[in-house]
């Protein structure tokens, strides 16, 4: 009995992704948290994406919110990462801006494709006070469950290129890197608009 309970809640969840209508547009605020991961490769990298020389590696763990606007479909993440990274000095802990379009396809399929630059500040680590800004992020693709909540996930790679400065400004390094990004986004306050 138990396992025909879960057969009919897993068709029915099933059912009702699958039934999400295309023209669907989020509008709500989400608490977020995921996982990011960076080969950066000061040599750059090969038409193969292998990286060309001296390699730094690192990671960071993102939290903080995705607000998406159904009039516009735009969405803004504002987000603490708390990381290691071998080309800031080891740990950290910075803020960092993003500002996408988005479209909800059949099935519940959610693109958020970056605009602009990525922008960021310190605020522990060897370069508190200083700031970070990347530009060419790959989009983001994922899905939204039933429940409302949102998985996304680099599904295309691709180099992007960060800037380091420090407090005064100056620019300390100009790399470009390989990463990899994993979002599980949870409303706050949750509503889907047609």
Request: proline content about 4%; some cysteine.
């Amino acid at each position: 009995m138990k396992s025909k309970k879960l057969l009919l809640f897993a068709v029915a969840a099933a059912f009702a992704v699958a039934t999400l209508p295309a023209a669907a547009q989020l509008s709500a605020t989400y608490a977020n948290t995921g996982e990011v991961s960076c080969v950066t490769s000061p040599s750059g990298f090969s038409a193969d994406l292998i990286p060309l020389g001296t390699v730094f590696v690192g990671s960071s763990a993102p939290h903080g919110t995705f607000t998406f606007n159904a009039h516009n479909k735009t969405a803004t993440a504002n987000v603490i990462n708390v990381g290691l990274n071998d080309t800031v000095g080891g740990e950290y802990s910075g803020t960092a801006v993003s500002s996408f379009t988005y479209t909800v396809a059949s099935g519940g399929v959610l693109t958020l494709v970056p605009v602009g630059t990525v922008t960021g500040t310190f605020l522990t680590g060897s370069n508190v006070g200083g700031t970070d800004s990347v530009v060419d992020v790959p989009s983001l693709t994922g899905q939204i469950a039933l429940n409302g909540t949102i998985v996304l996930t680099t599904l295309t790679t691709g180099v992007e290129t960060i800037t380091l400065r420090n407090s005064s400004g100056t620019v300390l390094s100009t790399n470009p890197r390989i990463c990899y990004r994993t979002y599980v986004l949870v409303p706050v306050h949750d509503r889907i608009e047609e």
